[in-house]
């Protein structure tokens, strides 16, 4: 069985990541989204289990799809779930410097995992969850930017109205 590991912090899921997910479910037998807690970023709009169960929400139609919560190393992880690829979304050459630096690291780290690179779509390619959440705080519409079934969570946890 081929698994392969999504990782992101996805606070919140948008459309762009729900496109990397449904292409990678293609490509591999299992995927297994995992909500990771990012260095960078100490707190989130989301708390990781609310994370997890919007991700299970948007992805209940995709098969093979898996979503968990993971608070250590992404190649420890994968190396626990025998996973043999971690599936990242590049939107942009400024993606790429940073996703390179940590497929060089997780391949340090567990050399029988690989990291494979899917380029978002164009309509995805600007897309970020800190985007979502500025347009959102402001009162801007975010339709088209997530997924419609947790747009409404989205708004109610963001807006400042």
């Known amino acids: ?15 762009g990541h729900l496109e990397i997910i ?12 995992v909500v ?15 994370r ?12 093979g799809i898996e979503v968990e919560a993971h608070y250590g190393l992404l190649a420890d992880y994968a190396a626990e779930k025998n996973a043999s ?25 567990n050399s029988e995992v690989e990291t494979v690179f899917l380029t978002a779509s164009g309509e995805n390619m600007y897309l970020s969850s800190s985007m979502v959440k500025q347009i959102c705080e402001f009162g801007g519409d975010i339709s088209e930017f997530v997924p419609a079934e947790i747009r409404d969570d989205i708004e109610k946890r963001l807006r400042k109205d």
């Open 36 to 50: 990771m807690s990012n260095y960078y970023k100490k707190t989130g709009a989301f708390a990781p289990d609310e």
């Open 85 to 109: 690829a971690i599936v990242k979304g590049l939107r942009a050459v400024s993606d790429f410097d940073t996703e390179f630096q940590q497929a060089l690291a997780n391949k340090k780290l």
């Open 1 to 15: 069985m081929r698994i392969a590991i999504c990782p992101g912090s996805f606070d919140p899921i948008t459309n």
């Open 52 to 63: 997890v169960e919007l991700i299970k929400r948007v992805t209940a139609d995709i098969p």
């Open 22 to 33: 449904r292409r990678a479910s293609k490509l591999f037998d299992k995927v297994i989204v």
